[in-house]
């Protein structure tokens, strides 16, 4: 059976029961209204029976407070008592009334008390029989179509998410294929050349100085002179920071040092100080060309910038995707077990795989 049909046969079928429902509640209301009216004449006339004569004077004031407020529990409890449902909310609450206040009561009004103990068990008696009738006649309460209808708008919202997620990862591919563009443009790319020369020529320079303090570290550690001295012979780059107080070093050590060792010194006194000028002038020109570069670059920076907000909506479509799948799963396990109750109640099998 096709799920419309089986909907449409639960409707009918739930109509049909709320009627029968109805003409069972009707029923039981107006003997309800009839036994309350017994109850009532029960009542008054506990409160109006007159005590037996010569009764204990002290029983007899316990027995008439029961009384009184057994009496008056009764009443409050019959104004509260309007149809079928409210009798089985006071039920309970008769009940306790009857076994807390009775049992004094009787000792003295046995006939009375019993007369109401008899309305009482009539009253629950029916009420059960009128819950087994509306039991056995309703169906269970179904929400298929809602559901239904919830599943086709998270179905619809995922397919959505799906599609933007799609178009952006598009135009970030699109994104990306502009900066690589503004990458290759020829201003960019004569500048990356310079800087690559830049970079050949400053490394040869360092390179140079490094040979030669390499080749003098080993006097100046057996010198054993401490301070400058030793922090250039551990590590060569002292020289390209403080060129002017490693070339007055070497000026005063320069008798000391024979062969490569002497040469080495000779050449670093000679050459160090604009070798290192030459170096930082590269640096200040590599500085000027980054900037440049970053100038021509800006576009892309920007476009740069436009990729990381659409990645982070990705992100956010992607933590929504993960949540309307669960709500999906949920949602198609709830449809799955109406189905079956729905099934169970038509005697029929339903497809429904195709929703």
Do not use: C
Request: no cysteine; aromatic share 4%; hydrophobic share 35%.
């Amino acid at each position: 059976m096709r799920m419309e049909d089986a909907l449409r046969k639960y409707r009918l079928k739930l109509e049909e029961s709320q009627k029968e429902a109805l003409k069972i509640r009707n029923t039981y209301q107006k003997w309800l209204s009839k036994k309350k009216k017994e109850l009532k004449k029960a009542v008054e006339k506990l409160e109006k029976a007159k005590p037996p004569k010569n009764v204990d004077e002290t029983l007899l004031k316990l027995v008439e407070a029961a009384r009184r407020a057994y009496v008056s529990a009764f009443k409050r409890a019959l104004e509260g008592i309007r149809d079928i449902e409210d009798l089985g909310k006071r039920l309970p609450e008769l009940a306790k009334v009857h076994v807390d206040y009775g049992k004094h009561v009787i000792i003295l009004f046995e006939k009375e008390v019993r007369a109401i103990n008899s309305i009482l068990k009539e009253m629950d008696e029916a009420y059960r029989e009128y819950l087994q009738e509306t039991q056995k006649r309703s169906l269970p309460k179904l929400e298929i179509e809602k559901k239904i209808r919830e599943l086709k708008t998270v179905q619809e919202n995922l397919s959505s998410i799906s599609s933007e997620i799609e178009s952006l990862l598009e135009e970030i591919t699109l994104k990306r294929k502009e900066i690589e563009q503004e990458r290759q443009k020829p201003e960019v790319k004569g500048i990356e050349e310079q800087l690559e020369n830049i970079t050949t020529k400053k490394r040869k320079l360092e390179r140079e100085v490094r040979s030669n303090v390499s080749k003098i570290q080993k006097t100046l550690k057996r010198l054993r002179m401490g301070g400058l001295a030793d922090q250039l012979a551990r590590d060569s780059s002292v020289a390209l920071e403080r060129p002017e107080e490693v070339i007055s070093l070497l000026q005063t050590l320069k008798p000391r040092f024979g062969g490569k060792a002497l040469k080495s010194a000779e050449w670093l006194i000679e050459n160090l100080e604009s070798t290192v000028s030459e170096i930082r002038e590269l640096d200040r020109k590599s500085q000027e060309l980054e900037s440049a570069k970053e100038k021509e670059l800006s576009r892309a920076e920007h476009i740069e910038s436009e990729i990381s907000s659409l990645e982070r909506r990705i992100k956010e479509l992607k933590n929504e995707k993960k949540k309307l799948e669960k709500l999906r799963t949920r949602l198609e396990e709830e449809i799955q077990k109406e189905v079956r109750l729905l099934e169970k109640v038509l005697g029929e099998e339903i497809e429904w795989d195709n929703i």
